[in-house]
């Protein structure tokens, strides 16, 4: 039978009180980590007054606490979550932890790592996948943070349990499990490393990220601000046919106004507002985020990352998707903190082993010392150096075991270097196989498979920004004799040289795909029919004014056939403007050499 709590005295009611103001100061003062990633300290109280007092008051301070996410957040089911964890801690230790002797040997930290395998991590998927729909790089990213979280602030508590006990022992009264002490020592000495080095892993991990964003905007800036206005002509381009575009805006001393995207800057002059400085670490950069209540983990990825200068006629600003760059971080920081996870995991592990050999080890040792009585003859003889033997056999044992700990350690240490060092490794080549899958290796142009992955983003993409999207598919025609007389070697010189001219003609914006032999294509982003048709005739003469090589090759010049087509507004996956295109070039090599054909 259990024995009844004892009544709460008011003092005891005023530090609850006071414990519980800490809470939820603890989850206003969110540690940032990434974009919309918080780590909240305020789960360290509800933890610390469950193991002061025992009871039922650690999930109503929870709730408490929890309700400042919904603010933070902008949605109430980590409220859900926290109430939650707080109830399953507060079974388990009432119910299922035995006598209040036992939550000194860190039982807790078991019961809160099966919470997050059984309980944490699928309401996570469950309330951020499903119910808020938000994209699967946030919820894991989320799902690694919450558990990392969880797991570290049911530690500190821990910890800071242990040494409110210490302290009230500090005079010797009673003495505490040593069980508890070992297992708090061995855990101190893997999670709080573990921790800093997360949070300063972080810190890095962003601010390199962030740095990189303001460079290549500045450099999109000083280009801008040294362009004369009147060569841009009517300034309608530039709207991102891709998530790292760029735009760029030109207000000069009379508040003229000239930009590669008007749409864009109206919009974000409307509808976005700048975030918080706290978030960026750079000085001069700023990133925009939609107005208005939206989930925190859906406002990032739908922001720009802005920056300006002044030149000596314009005032510059220009901006770029933040898409790209916070998934990229998402998924580094889901690595980062899975590591740091599973580091604190093995330290739990290690703790709990620790702690049980040296339980065992000091039961050896009492067992091995021999009862004495109070007369003085049975001070000395024989089972007096009986009992030093084993002592000396226990403490040396004792010894061994934290030496082959610590060299235990430092493998640890060693293999974690060497799995980042494979990691970085892996992701280098995973990085050059990708770009050596998706690109034509004579040319530098995308392939055809890249053509089949881009088409329908594009499309859909010009569709929905009521942006023309213009095709145009040319053939090379008179490299087959050179390639005969002179070797393909030198009709792979002709057709690379040739390539690097016809990409100075296009925009940035442009997609270039190479789909056959001497066959390329062309997705020319807010360009009319009109437009692509002045672009295959910069192809043309870029073709026939090729020069061939010298020697007994084919005295002909280069020709080149073209079809060209635009996207029509029922046609949202590309699919039927491709096949147009495709016709209008068969159409054109039937006419004759240098024929344009429009569908």
């Known amino acids: 039978m259990r024995l009844p709590l004892p ?11 006071l414990l519980a103001g800490l ?108 119910v808020l729909q938000i994209d699967p790089a946030n919820v894991a990213v989320t799902a690694a943070k919450q558990a990392v979280n969880g797991l570290a602030n049911t530690v500190m508590a821990f910890l800071l349990y242990v040494l ?47 740095e990189a964003v303001l460079d290549n905007l500045r450099t999109v800036a000083e280009a801008a601000a040294r362009m004369d206005p ?66 925190s983990l859906k406002v990032w ?8 200068l002044n030149s000596g006629r314009h005032r510059v600003q220009v901006v770029q998707p933040a898409r790209p760059v916070v998934l990229q971080l998402q998924a ?3 690595t980062l903190l899975t590591a740091s996870l599973g580091l604190m995991l093995l330290g739990v592990l290690l703790s709990e082993v ?14 091995s010392v021999p009862e004495v009585s109070n007369d003085g003859p049975d001070l000395a003889g024989a089972p007096e150096a009986d009992g030093d033997s084993g002592d000396g056999s226990v403490i040396a044992e004792v010894q061994g075991l934290v030496g082959r700990l610590h060299e235990h350690l430092r493998r640890e240490a060693r293999l974690s270097q060497d799995l980042a060092a494979m990691s970085e490794r892996f992701r280098q080549s995973s990085e050059q196989l990708r770009r050596l899958s998706s690109t034509d290796l004579l040319t530098g142009a995308r392939n055809r498979s890249e053509l089949e992955r881009n088409l329908k983003v594009i499309s859909q993409r010009a569709s929905e920004c009521a942006v023309p999207l213009s095709c145009l598919a040319f053939a090379v025609q008179g490299l087959r004799p050179i390639n ?41 982003w807010d360009q009319p029919l009109e437009s692509a048709r002045t672009t295959a005739e910069q192809i043309r003469r870029v073709v026939t004014e090729t020069a061939l090589p010298a020697g007994k090759g084919p005295s002909t010049l280069l020709a080149m056939n073209a079809g060209v087509s635009l996207l029509a507004a029922t046609d949202a996956s590309g699919q039927a403007m491709l096949s147009r295109v495709e016709l209008a070039l068969n159409q054109s090599r039937d006419l004759g050499a240098n024929q344009v054909v429009v569908r």
Do not use: C
């Open 301 to 308: 990825i739908q922001g720009y990352w802005s920056t300006a």
């Open 23 to 130: 809470a939820v100061l603890g989850n206003m003062s969110a540690l940032p980590l990434f974009f919309g990633i918080q780590i909240l300290l305020g789960s360290t109280i509800p933890t610390l007054i469950l193991l002061w007092r025992r009871g039922w008051w650690n999930v109503a301070v929870a709730v408490l606490a929890s309700l400042y996410t919904w603010k933070l957040w902008g949605h109430p089911w980590a409220i859900v979550i926290f109430s939650a964890e707080a109830l399953w801690q507060a079974v388990f230790v009432n119910r299922l932890n035995g006598p209040p002797e036992n939550d000194l040997k860190g039982r807790i930290i078991l019961a809160e790592i099966t919470f997050w395998l059984l309980v944490g991590t699928p309401m996570v998927f469950f309330f951020y996948g499903v």
């Open 354 to 367: 620790t702690a049980t050999l040296v339980e065992g080890q000091m039961r050896l040792l009492r067992a």
């Open 230 to 295: 009147r060569q841009l002509g009517e300034p309608t381009r530039g709207l991102p046919a891709s998530p790292g575009a760029t735009a760029f805006l030109l207000i000069d001393a009379e508040g003229n106004r000239i930009s590669s995207n008007p749409g864009l800057f109206l919009r974000l002059e409307n509808n976005f507002q700048t975030a918080p400085q706290q978030w960026i670490q750079p000085d001069g950069l700023q990133i925009l985020v939609p107005r208005g209540p939206h989930p």
């Open 332 to 334: 580094q920081s889901t």
């Open 7 to 17: 009544a709460m005295t008011a003092r005891q009611g005023l530090l609850l009180a």
């Open 164 to 210: 409110l006990q210490v302290w009230r022992n500090r005079r010797g009264q009673g003495l505490l499990p040593l069980r508890g002490l070992v297992f708090s020592v061995v855990l101190a000495a893997f999670t709080l490393p573990s921790l800093a080095l997360t949070f300063l892993s972080g810190n890095l991990l962003q601010g390199a990220a962030q």
């Open 484 to 524: 005969t007389v002179l070797g393909r070697q030198k009709g792979d010189e002709v057709l690379q040289g040739l390539i690097a001219n016809v990409k100075q003609l296009l925009h940035a914006n442009d997609e270039l795909f190479r789909i056959g032999g001497s066959e390329f294509l062309l997705l020319l």
